[in-house]
Structures are given as C-alpha cells and as structure tokens.
C-alpha cells in the first residue's frame, strides 16, 4: 500500500492541493464548510503530512505494525504468534484496533489506519481480517483471513471448509442426524466457506438440512445470542449445533443451560478456532482447531522477506485445521432420535 499523498486528498475532496494545504496548517481564508470537508477526508483517507514522509525517506522505524479489527480472543492469539516470531528479529510490534465502537470496525476500517501509520511510524503491516481490498503499492502488508481473497495481497488462512466438515462428521460418526448450524459474520468468506463445509458434510452424510435449524450471528457473544435461542426454541430442536466459531458456541452452551439442558447429555456443540476459554467451559469444548499462534508466526515471516525486498514463494498460505474433542460432544439420547 503506498502511501496517500496530499493530491490525493485534493481529488477526493474536489479542491485544490493549495486548499488541501492552507486546512492542514491552519490557514485562514477558507470557508468553514469546505474546511470541514476537507477535514473529513483527510480523516477518511489517512493523510499524514510531509514531516512524516521525510522520516519514512531518511531510515526505517524499525516497526511492525499488527492491525486489529478489536481485541478478542481470536486476534489475540494471532497476536502472540507475531510476538513468538518477532524475538531475535530487531523489530519491535505495535498493535491497533480500528473498533473503538460496537462489535468490530466497519468495512474499510483498515485503510484510512493505514494511511495515518505507513510512511511514518511503521515499516510494514500485518492486517487481521481486513475488510476491503488494499491498495496496490510499495508499503509491505500481510493479511491474516480477508474478508475476500485479494491475490495481489499476501495473506495466511486456514482450510475453513475442510474444518466445518470434520465437525459435521464428527457428529454424525457419534449418530446426531438433526444437526443445527450456527453461522458467522455473512461478510467474512471463513462464514461462507464454513457453511459450505457444513452443507457438504451434511449431504455426504444423507442428511437434511433443515433451514430453520440454520442460524448465522456475527462472531460475537451479544450477536450469537438470538440466533442460539432460535436455534434451541424449536419445537423439534436440534441434538447438535455445529458453531462457526467458538465464543459463539459457548453463547449456545449457555443458552442450553439457562433451558436446564445438559451438555453433551441434551445437546452436543462443535465449535471453531480453539481459543484458550475453549477448555475453560466444563469438560472442554469440542472445536475445529486453527493453529492461531502459528498464523501469527508465518503472517511476520511473511512480511520480514516483503521487508528485506524478497519475493514470497506462495501469495497465499492456507494452513490445515484439526478437530479436538472435548467433553462438550456424545451420543445422542435415545429418546431424542
């Protein structure tokens, strides 16, 4: 990504780069209105000015910077990765979160962060699940789970649909046939791929997929709440729900007990990513397991050879999952099948 430039911001605000200059060091003679616009997209674009430039030009900071939709438990293992990968390295890490409101930045969260920190105080980015497309340019970034899959932009993922099926078989191997799914943020292609695991497996396995035992939250704890009362409020409810990620399904672990349900004895739940409060729940929640820390670790080994001006041999790495079973999976009841 290169970095933005004050004609840049003269174009996508509609004036001149003279008027550009006068708002950036406070000069009198331009109208309020167009002041604030111009402000706006500076705001939006992540303009910085030349003083940060002329130290981009005289050395390098010495910086990796990690960029975070929020701090939650899934980033933050990422983040441990980058940190076991960066000792002996010189560098040193500093994280951002674009989220200062609600559940997770909005789309396009990223650039305008990005453009505030290229050039000036870092040297290159990690980006955790950005959100749009990046600029094409000589600023080194790594995208850890796109949104989409850019192949202009090196990126590390894992083989979500590879791991939503092998909770599916999981379940159907210990006999549950009415399986339910809870799904992720529909703008993330992990969600897509993940339920396209689960219908896959579903239909390998013979099995229905009932669309009213099909629900889809945001990741979230607050956003998997209704959709796990749907879920559990059936009047033919599911033996097993297979989440898409792991703080949603111990969002429906809960729901189940605040119904006096018993898990895995009423209902058996899968979920995806292994967060370390997957084994503080009980016996352990049974989960499709990302290698999150080394995602981490092979994200900075990434950006350390964009760094030295090395060509990577793959844009993009996808690394396997596997399936960790905990207590939080049985058989089904009898009386329930």
Known sequence: MRR??????ARAAGVSVSTISKVVNKRDGIAPETQQRV????DDLGYVGSVGARSLRARRTG???VLVSQFEPYSAEILKGVGLAAQGADIEIMAWAGASHGPYAPTGWEHGLLGRLAGSLIDGAIMVTPSSQSRSGTFPVVAVDPHKIDPTLPSVSVDDECGARSAVTHLVELGHRRIGYLGGREDLESAHARERGFR?????AGLPVDEHLVQRGDYTATGAEVPAIHLLDQLDPPTAVVAANDVSALEVIQAAEER???VPRDLSVVGFDNIPEAT?????LTTVAQPLQEIGSKALQMLLLLLDGRTLDEMHVQMPTRLVVRGSTAPPRASSQ
């Open 63 to 65: 910086v990796v910077g």
């Open 280 to 284: 503080q729940h009980g016996h352990g």
């Open 4 to 9: 933005v430039t004050i004609t840049d911001v």
């Open 260 to 262: 006096g349900m018993q």
């Open 200 to 204: 896959a497996a579903m239909q390998e």
């Open 39 to 42: 402000q706006q997209v500076i």
